[in-house]
């Protein structure tokens, strides 16, 4: 199984309102990929409520390959969301593995 794990820092000019309003956004546009996309085993999302930690968002989907993960980085779905995300956030962080 691939453990897929992205972390995003929303925008620094967005107040504590607008930060949270798009990590609702993007909470939305992920959830539905678990139902939509071919071979997703789990997704989670991850809101930063905690000060310690220098992430904002973080979502973590499994999937049963390499291959399925391959897939899922290309449907029009997670395509869509993506979009989303990259409009509101200034970074990126991803790691994947084996579990």
Same mark, same amino acid.
């Given at each position: 199984?691939?453990?897929?794990?992205?972390?995003?820092?929303?925008?620094?000019?967005?107040?504590? &309102?607008?930060? &949270?309003?798009?990590?609702?956004?993007?909470?939305?546009?992920?959830?539905?990929?678990?139902?939509?996309?071919?071979?997703?085993?789990?997704?989670?999302?991850?809101?930063?409520?905690?000060?310690?930690?220098?992430?904002?968002?973080?979502?973590?989907?499994?999937?049963?390959? =390499? =291959?399925?993960?391959?897939?899922?980085?290309?449907?029009?779905?997670?395509?869509?969301? &993506?979009?989303?995300?990259?409009?509101?956030?200034?970074?990126?962080?991803?790691?994947?593995?084996?579990?």
């Amino acid at each position: 199984m691939i453990r897929h794990i992205v972390m995003w820092n929303i925008k620094d000019e967005f107040s504590e &309102a607008q930060k &949270a309003e798009a990590c609702k956004k993007m909470e939305e546009g992920f959830l539905p990929l678990k139902a939509s996309v071919p071979n997703v085993i789990d997704l989670q999302v991850k809101t930063n409520t905690i000060e310690s930690s220098n992430r904002d968002f973080m979502l973590i989907v499994d999937f049963p390959d =390499e =291959e399925a993960l391959k897939a899922y980085q290309v449907h029009p779905e997670h395509v869509k969301a &993506a979009g989303y995300v990259k409009s509101v956030t200034v970074d990126r962080v991803c790691f994947d593995y084996e579990v």
